[in-house]
């Protein structure tokens, strides 16, 4: 029996589906039983997209600005969530809240933020793989 082109394009697009599917709730249920992460919070997105504030890059190590600043901790005690429980480096929002103000910043706390997004790659998209 000859199985159509539609019917093999459908069937490798199944397979697909179900591996990310799988990958995701692998990632998920090693976020939350780790970190007990949010639950709500949004999906990884995959390695190079844009962040959508999942949490997952923070929440698996702290990065090198954090372990300068706080030195070794579980989770990185900038991390913040937001009411819409999207997480966020405190640093690149509020590094003042975390006692980070970077000398010769203290007037400006926009530029602080923006100092530490750079220095910690933010923005650019997800670089983290769980």
């Not at 459908?10 to 998920?28: G, T």
């Not at 249920?29 to 844009?50: E, H, M, N, Q």
């Not at 997004?117 to 769980?130: A, F, M, T």
Request: glycine fraction near 10%.
């Amino acid at each position: 029996m000859k199985i159509s082109k539609a019917s093999e394009d459908f069937a490798l697009i199944a397979r697909q589906v179900q591996k990310d599917a799988v990958r995701m709730a692998e990632i998920a249920s090693v976020t939350i039983a780790k970190f007990t992460a949010d639950p709500f919070a949004p999906i990884y997105p995959g390695l190079g997209k844009p962040c959508n504030g999942c949490g997952v890059c923070c929440l698996a190590e702290q990065c090198s600005v954090s372990l300068e600043l706080f030195g070794t901790a579980e989770v990185c005690p900038a991390l913040v969530q937001d009411e819409e429980h999207r997480y966020h480096c405190g640093l690149m929002v509020a590094p003042d809240k975390f006692g980070a103000t970077p000398p010769g910043f203290e007037d400006w706390p926009e530029a602080a933020a923006r100092y530490y997004q750079n220095l910690i790659g933010g923005g650019v998209g997800c670089d983290s793989e769980p």
